[in-house]
C-alpha cells in the first residue's frame, strides 16, 4: 500500500500530525474543488465526530469571512466539525473582537493558517463605495462598517478599480496587511513560520474559492 500523502489525509489526520500552512492549505483547496465540481464528501459531520470534539478541538484553519449567508465557509470549504475555527463580521471587517478570536485561534488552538475571505458583490463593500461617491454616510452602526471599509475602496481607486469586485480583491488584500499590522501575536506567528495567511476571493457563480494574496510560507 502507498503511504499516504499529506494532501490526501483528513482534516482529523492532519491536526494530529500538527499539519504546516501549506498542508493546511492544500485541504481546504481540496475542499472546494469538490464543492465546485459537486462532489462534496460533507467530512467529519455525524455523531462520532460531535463526541469526538466534547473536550478538544484541533481545528487546521482558522477562517476570517463576510457575514453574507452565501458564505458559509464549512461548505464551501468541504469540512465538517471540529475542522476550522470561524470568525465572521459584514465585509470581513476587522474589530477588537475580531483580533482577539484570530489570537485565540494561533495562539491557544495553534492554528497554521489564517483564511481572509471576500466574495464578489458583496453589499458592505457597495456600500462603502456608495458612500465614496456620493460623500454620505449610512446611519447607526453601519456607518462604523463603511467607515473600515473606505480605507480599501481609496486603495482600490488609486490602482485604478472602481468595481464591486476589484474593490473586493483590493479589500481582502487589505485585510490580510492589517491584520498582520495591528496584531503582534499574529505578526510573531507569521515571522517565526507557525502560520501563514492567505487572502481569497470566492466567486458567488462558480463557488470558486480564488487566491489573491499570501503573508507567510506556503
Known amino acids: 500500500m502507498s503511504e499516504q500523502t ?29 464543492f465546485v465540481s459537486g462532489d462534496v464528501r460533507h467530512p467529519n459531520q455525524n455523531a462520532a465526530r460531535r463526541s469526538s470534539l466534547t473536550d478538544s478541538q484541533h481545528p487546521v484553519a482558522a477562517i476570517f469571512g463576510c457575514s453574507d449567508s452565501r458564505l458559509a465557509a464549512e461548505i464551501i470549504f468541504d469540512v465538517g466539525l471540529g475542522d ?46 456608495q458612500s465614496a ?10 456607518r462604523d462598517l463603511v467607515e473600515r471599509i473606505l480605507p ?14 476589484e474593490t473586493v480583491e483590493e479589500h481582502v488584500k487589505q485585510t490580510v496587511a492589517r491584520l498582520n499590522n495591528h496584531s503582534r501575536a499574529l505578526h510573531d506567528a507569521v515571522q517565526e513560520g507557525r502560520t501563514a495567511v492567505v487572502g481569497v476571493t470566492y466567486r458567488l457563480a462558480e463557488g470558486r474559492a480564488d487566491l489573491v494574496t499570501t503573508l507567510g510560507d506556503l
Open 6 to 34: 499529506p494532501a490526501s489525509q483528513t482534516a482529523d489526520q492532519l491536526a494530529s500530525a500538527q499539519p504546516n500552512p501549506a498542508e493546511a492549505w492544500q485541504l481546504l483547496k481540496e475542499g472546494n474543488a469538490r
Open 84 to 129: 476550522v475555527f470561524v470568525v465572521r463580521t459584514a465585509g470581513q471587517v476587522i474589530d477588537d473582537a475580531v483580533l482577539g478570536s484570530l489570537e485565540f485561534s494561533v495562539d491557544t488552538l495553534k492554528v497554521p493558517l489564517i483564511v481572509v475571505l471576500g466574495h464578489d458583490s458583496c453589499g458592505a463593500v457597495s456600500a462603502a463605495l
Open 133 to 142: 461617491q456620493s460623500g454620505d454616510m449610512p446611519s447607526g452602526y453601519v
Open 152 to 165: 480599501s475602496v481609496l486603495s482600490a481607486r488609486r490602482a485604478g478599480s472602481e468595481t464591486v469586485n
